[in-house]
């Protein structure tokens, strides 16, 4: 059962593997190399339907007042972070997706390449970098932060 929650909380925007792996590895004392893998698999996930519908479902959005908010919300999100990918593509993809910092990740960077019309595949192997480096930072410090504060 835990093993679900980490894959489903990794797949969850904004939480992604930042909150999935601690809660694994901390809160549910799981074998951090199983964290490691399933909430990677896990983050993983959406990434394709966002590398391949998002445009799509942002521009419908946009015909609607109801939506206008969240697209708002959307548009300052990929606004903030366009120039960084627009001028290293692919390197710029996977550093913004492997430094694990809030408003970082999948989800975001996914949805910037889509919105910038990036290669598709490039994208998606760019995100897979991206998220192993991701887990492998969160990985460790989930293991060291406690020890080091005697946990």
Aim: hydrophobic share 55%.
């Amino acid at each position: 059962m835990n093993l679900l929650k980490v894959i489903f909380w990794s797949a969850v925007p904004i939480v992604e593997q930042r909150g999935a792996i601690p809660l694994g590895i901390i809160k549910y004392h799981m074998n951090p190399f199983v964290v490691f893998i399933v909430s990677l698999l896990g983050s993983l996930l959406p990434v394709p339907f966002i590398l391949l519908l998002f445009n799509a479902i942002f521009d419908w959005m946009k015909k609607y007042e109801i939506f206008s908010g969240i697209n708002k919300f959307i548009e300052k999100k990929l606004n903030k972070n366009t120039d960084k990918m627009e001028k290293y593509k692919e390197l710029g993809l996977i550093i913004f997706i492997g430094i694990p910092l809030p408003t970082t990740g999948l989800w975001t960077g996914s949805a910037v390449a889509a919105f910038l019309k990036l290669d598709k595949k490039k994208s998606f192997i760019c995100a897979v970098i991206g998220a192993i480096i991701s887990a492998t930072l969160i990985t460790i410090l989930s293991l060291t932060i406690p020890a080091v504060l005697g946990y």
